[in-house]
């Protein structure tokens, strides 16, 4: 899954692209840093009934109901892996606990038996230290999304604002008119009702994805510091 087009809406994407991407296999690479320059949120196909949203797009939705939650999930998993360093550290002995049971002490101690038979200057501070690179590089992640998704809203908003204003002010300049133009009047204020509509969808598919993105950082950061605080607490 790329991150380029992320809150830019492809109502085109074909069923073949999307099969393709879900069936993209992990290849850890071992980068010094999250690129974050370019980085955007995958698209979506996503649409949302007209009815189900009141005029405003910053109403929470809940977790459950988050359609981007997976996706954004998906992605910072991704990006979490070509986070991982070369040789043994914090990623592997995260991995490790995760699967073994990240509350288990036992699986602690025995994550660290096995990183330090692989490398020998594995230890509870190295991880400790290492813990901390990710959670920078993914709160960076999180920071450009965040900018990224506030961007497209407020050019959609000033976009939006600007056709309202443009629309409204004819429809004025009209209805001073003779009868003559009453059919134009009715055409423009026919436009000026699809404004909301128009732009709604778009709206709330972002509010959503920004919604997503808080919770799939809290979601890692929470476990890393779990596993940190776990560490602390139970590796001599």
């Not at 360093?85 to 073994?100: L, M, T």
Request: net charge negative.
């Amino acid at each position: 899954m790329g991150f380029k087009k992320f809150f830019i809406i492809d109502e085109n994407e074909s069923s073949t692209e999307k099969n393709k991407t879900q069936k993209e296999t992990k290849t850890p690479v071992a980068p010094t840093t999250f690129p974050t320059a370019d980085v955007k949120f995958p698209s979506s196909d996503v649409t949302f009934p007209k009815e189900t949203f009141k005029s405003t797009y910053t109403v929470p939705p809940s977790v459950v109901n988050n359609p981007f939650l997976d996706k954004i999930m998906d992605v910072y998993d991704k990006g979490f892996t070509n986070l991982n360093q070369p040789g043994y550290d914090f990623f592997e002995f995260f991995k490790s606990v995760v699967k073994g049971g990240i509350d288990n002490p036992l699986v602690y101690e025995m994550a660290l038996e096995i990183g330090q038979s692989m490398d020998s200057n594995v230890s509870k501070q190295s991880l400790l230290n290492q813990a901390e690179y990710y959670i920078t590089e993914l709160t960076k992640v999180h920071s450009g999304f965040n900018i990224d998704g506030q961007n497209k809203i407020d050019n959609l908003t000033n976009t939006k604002n600007s056709e309202t204003n443009s629309l409204a002010s004819e429809i004025s300049s009209l209805k001073q008119q003779l009868n003559s133009i009453q059919i134009q009047i009715q055409t423009k204020e026919n436009l000026l009702t699809e404004i909301g509509s128009k732009y709604q969808p778009e709206l709330n598919e972002i509010t959503y994805k920004l919604l997503a993105n808080d919770i799939a950082k809290d979601r890692f950061i929470s476990n890393i510091n779990k596993v940190k605080s776990n560490i602390s607490n139970n590796l001599k």
